[in-house]
């Protein structure tokens, strides 16, 4: 089964706080992991994508994100936190439809608040 | 400037009915596509494009027809509406299709609303 879980619905925290959203996939192959986010008003914009190779990716607007293969993991960071970050984030696993054609499978996504 | 644009942004539509959904890119890409975000629920693939032709379908309803006019565009026409089509529809596109870890670029969406 491909399947994308992203545990929380929304996360809080305080200007100038380190945040993690949490990202967990399900796939049998090597996976093929990204971070959307959705800003309020816009539309989702892509922020990062792990392919192969250092397991910490590096995105725009200070966001990285680091694929844990041991748990199946693809978290996303940011130190520190600005109160412009608050917005929906997705996390996506490109997985097939049949054959070499690929899909992208989302997350619910999680809401950020980052209070002044 | 938003480079994909989706009309209209708000829609209702009464059960039964027929719409079309609008969806424009001016990013020169040659693969375009719809997602499903329904309510408590991930964005979901629907369809994709390339070079105007139909490539792929996840879509168990016949219902559900793109139909694409020109290379840079992508309507999604329904009939027969059901309440549960309620949904905000995005449309996306990226340079080619079926190449792997391709960023997709999206538009606002058009939130559609079926009494």
């Known amino acids: 089964a491909q399947s994308v879980d992203q545990p929380d619905a929304h996360v809080t925290l305080y200007e100038g706080a380190s945040l993690e959203l949490r990202c967990s996939y399900s796939?049998?192959?090597?996976?093929?992991l990204f971070w959307y986010v959705q800003y309020p008003g816009q539309s989702l914009q892509f922020l990062l994508k792990?392919?192969?190779?250092?397991?910490v990716v590096k995105g725009t607007k200070g966001f990285e994100a680091e694929f844990r293969k041991s748990n199946s993991s693809f978290n996303l960071k940011k130190s520190p936190a600005h109160w412009s970050d608050s917005a929906k984030y997705f996390c996506?696993?490109?997985?097939?439809?049949?054959?070499?054609?690929?899909?992208?499978?989302f997350g619910l996504g999680t809401t950020l608040q980052v209070q002044p | 400037d938003p480079k994909i644009i989706q009309k209209p942004k708000y829609l209702v539509a009464v059960t039964g009915s027929e719409k079309i959904l609008i969806c424009e890119q001016y990013?020169?890409?040659?693969?375009m596509y719809w997602y499903r975000q329904s309510a408590k629920k991930p964005l979901e693939f629907m369809f994709s494009?390339?070079?105007?032709?139909?490539?792929d379908n996840q879509t168990a309803s016949s219902r559900f027809q793109p139909q694409s006019s020109k290379k840079n565009h992508l309507d999604l026409q329904i009939t027969a509406l059901k309440p549960d089509d309620s949904a905000t529809y995005f449309c996306?596109?990226?340079?080619?299709?079926?190449?792997?870890?391709?960023?997709?670029?999206f538009g606002h969406g058009t939130k559609l609303s079926v009494l």
């Open positions: 796939y049998s192959a090597a996976p093929y």
């Open positions: 792990y392919i192969t190779g250092d397991a």
């Open positions: 996306a596109s990226s340079q080619d299709r079926g190449v792997s870890n391709e960023r997709l670029f």
């Open positions: 494009y390339s070079y105007q032709k139909l490539m």
């Open positions: 996506a696993l490109e997985g097939f439809i049949t054959g070499n054609t690929r899909k992208l499978i």
């Open positions: 990013l020169g890409h040659n693969a």
